[in-house]
């Protein structure tokens, strides 16, 4: 990067903080000069770094494989594609809208079904995302903040980890960028048509993850109501008809697929009334901050997860084909601890050698945290801690995504005291204010939220690594004016975010060693050090500025790395160094891939025994089902969605089911379904159909089909024969 251009250029991004009269656009006129005929290299260079991050070893990661079966079946046809049906024969919904999974779907129509094919338009999305991150802030800011901004989001943990996976997030937050890319320019051109256009984007947004989307219409409302040059009253009338524009795109798929008679589409997955503005505004809205949406898509009664039927009498015994251990199973981590001593060895963790270890806890274990009141899980397993004031920085959440809050901290009071200086809100201003209104309100709702999965927080990526780049060239100005306190911001936010990392890696001493956390430290201390000594050494003072950012993103780089280097959790997927132990192993535990082997004595026996029925089996659970449909062409009924609890069926209605001749055979596995219409089904199956005896459908299975815990007795087999 070259030193003084990128000076002139932070210098040129914070004196149009300062409003100084000067020619617009000089410093991106001046880049565009030197860069004519040749390309950006530092561009290029982050591009590849993101390229490996999002794609190495992509191939073996595992997918969801509740998103992967939704995906194969959208092929089948456009009902279910439409639907984004976990089954072809269009029996019920994944739990969100089906834009995202389009291209999921479009994928594996092109390269075929494998955990590749459906990877693949999250990890493009991911790239995408961190190139324009750059031509977002370089318009306005200059190369240097952009080209920062860009590193620091391809860098972030959590960002890094859900983009590996199918789940949709990497998708959505490349549209909302694209949103915000469109609404600079509405401002910059003064046109309407772009601003319609970036609300429309949102409004896509909702279709893909529903509410996730509106987290950043604050942002887009006020900076559109601040930097356009409109009077107040025509800036109100486009924000209305932007508004309108939003509202009609959003609710335009709700509204078609709820009009559309009940019996004539598939259940709508993980709503209690077969709607998806009850899906919207329910599970995947209020149930959010309530803590009373269960994970993947159900909840009871009381806002717990669904509990295991005692009609069935295998509470204790686990699942195999979810590979849940049952109750007393030791934890397989403690055991490796417990043999091979403290994991951490003074240096960075290598890749795992022979069969990784598992943390059940850290894999997201079904039911609510026994440290929690009900309702208010936070998360599969507790994997996001209590929620409060200091829930971002607690040991589970610090590490995906706060390693430089601090430093964001320190930009935001870099950012008054500009403002108070120049007395005017100028548009550099504006738009480092759009970034803070996106950040803030994300940060209160995930403080205080009572169930989300830790990769949520990737929504809170694009803002931090933008104010963190602008807010290095704000204090940088500020340090070299030399005139008051504020020339003190840059080198303390150096000292106090480093110190907060090493604090991050104390939190996580036990997966990685506490030299780290020293070296950590001490690199901060001798940032500000050298920063503070050489004020009148203005090229010196740069270059270690320079040192301290790139210095901010080691230990975050390394958490990103985890994901490529020893796998992940495709299902609830996070980074960290204890993926060395639970990585692998958690995509066997949850959802991990099409590799993971389902009971393949029980589907030799269903399709041996399948006579045309409208559904090879039916099941409660969705991943059951879904792991069933990847190993067939069949169509697999998931008679209580994700977790079992979907009232999709009473027995009346199952009854004609199995009258009509579409399905007869039924699993039920040792959790049975969730909720009270649900034990009824079981209850009529027991006593309409027949056990099939373990000998017919295990028979010549070997130790390799079999889940690590043995838990394959877990399941019982029926079989109508009316």
């Known amino acids: 990067m070259n030193e003084r251009g990128d000076r002139k250029c932070d210098g040129a991004a914070t004196t149009l903080l300062k409003n100084v009269k000067m020619k617009k656009g000089v410093c991106e006129a001046d880049m565009k000069a030197k860069l004519r005929g040749r390309v950006d290299v530092w561009l290029i260079a982050i591009f590849l770094l993101s390229v490996f991050l999002n794609f ?98 391809a860098c972030t943990p959590i960002f890094v980890a859900v983009a590996r996976t199918n789940n949709i997030d990497a998708i959505l ?36 993850k529903m509410l996730q989307a509106y987290m950043v219409l604050p942002a887009f409302y006020l900076f559109y109501f601040l930097a356009d040059k409109a009077n107040w009253k025509k800036r109100i009338g486009h924000l209305s008809l ?32 077969n709607s998806v503005f009850e899906l919207a505004f329910g599970y995947n809205g209020v149930g959010r901050l309530t803590g009373e949406a269960g994970p993947g898509g159900n909840h009871s009664s009381d806002g717990n997860m ?60 079904f039911g609510p945290n026994e440290s929690q009141p009900p309702g208010r899980m936070g998360g599969i397993g507790g994997e996001t801690g209590e929620p409060g004031l200091f829930r971002l920085f607690n040991q589970q959440m610090a590490g995906q995504i706060s390693w430089l809050l601090p ?27 759009f970034w803070f209104i996106w950040l803030i309100p994300m940060m209160g709702f995930f403080s205080i939220a009572g169930f989300f999965h830790r990769y949520y927080l990737s929504m809170m990526a694009p803002a931090i690594a933008v104010i963190t780049a602008i807010g290095s060239t704000i204090l940088w100005e500020f340090y070299k004016e030399k005139r008051d306190w504020s020339q003190w911001l840059l080198p303390t936010a150096f000292l106090v975010t480093f110190l907060f990392e090493a604090y991050v890696l104390f939190q996580n001493r036990s997966s990685i060693h506490v030299s780290w956390m020293l070296v950590i430290a001490l690199l901060g201390l001798a940032i500000f050090a050298f920063i503070v000594a050489f004020r009148n050494k203005e090229k010196t003072a740069y270059y270690t500025k320079i040192a301290g950012m790139i210095g901010l993103l080691i230990m975050p780089f390394y958490w990103s790395l985890t994901p490529v280097l020893y796998g992940g959790n495709s299902a609830i997927p996070y980074a960290g160094p204890d993926l060395r132990h639970s990585g692998q192993q958690g995509d066997r535990m949850m959802a991990g891939g099409m590799e993971r082997e389902a009971n393949s004595s029980l589907i030799e026996y269903l399709e041996k025994n399948y006579n045309g029925e409208k559904y090879l089996v039916a ?22 969605g994700f977790l079992g609890s979907d009232p999709v069926l009473t027995p009346e209605k199952l009854e004609q089911i199995v009258k009509k001749g579409e399905v007869r055979y039924f699993l039920i596995s040792g959790f049975g379904g969730g909720g009270e219409s649900n034990s009824e089904l079981i209850q009529w199956i027991q006593k309409h159909c027949k056990e ?31």
């Open 242 to 273: 932007a508004t309108v524009v939003l509202f009609v795109i959003s609710i335009s798929y709700a509204a078609v697929a709820d009009s559309i008679p009940k019996d004539k589409r598939p259940y709508i997955g993980s709503s209690q009334t």
């Open 306 to 365: 669904p509990r295991m039927n005692p009609q069935t009498n295998e509470q204790n015994q686990g699942n195999a084909l979810l590979g849940v251990p049952p109750q007393g199973t030791p934890n397989i981590n403690s055991q490796i601890n417990d043999e091979n001593g403290n994991q951490g060895n003074g240096s960075l963790p290598s890749p795992p050698q022979g069969m990784p270890g598992m943390n059940p806890g850290e894999m997201g274990n």
């Open 56 to 153: 190495y070893n992509i191939g073996n990661a595992g997918s969801n494989v509740y998103y992967t079966a939704a995906a194969k079946s959208m092929t089948a046809n456009w009902k279910a594609f439409f639907f984004a049906s976990l089954d072809p024969a269009g029996f019920i919904t994944v739990d969100k809208p089906p834009v995202a999974l389009w291209f999921q779907a479009l994928s594996v129509a092109i390269f075929g079904v494998s955990d590749w094919s459906v990877l693949l338009p999250e990890a493009i999305a991911g790239v995408l995302s961190t190139l324009l991150i750059y031509f977002i802030v370089k318009p306005i800011f200059g190369r240097a903040p952009a080209l920062w901004s860009s590193l620091i989001f």
């Open 407 to 433: 430093f964001v901290l320190f930009s935001l009071i870099g950012l008054i005291v500009s403002i108070r200086k120049q007395r005017a809100l100028t548009l550099p201003h504006q738009f480092t204010m």
């Open 173 to 208: 937050i490349f549209t909302l960028l694209a949103a915000a890319w469109a609404l600079m320019k509405s401002v910059h051109k003064q046109k309407i048509s772009w601003l319609l256009f970036s609300f429309a984007l949102v409004g896509i947004g909702f279709n893909m």
């Open 619 to 640: 099941t409660f659970r969705a991943n059951t089902a879904a792991q069933i449909m990847l190993k067939t062409d069949k169509a697999v009924m998931a008679m209580g």
């Open 692 to 722: 099939v005896p373990q000998e017919e459908w295990q028979k010549g299975q070997t130790s390799a089909d079999r889940h690590p815990f043995g838990t394959d007795r877990a399941e019982k087999l029926y079989k109508y024969e009316g």
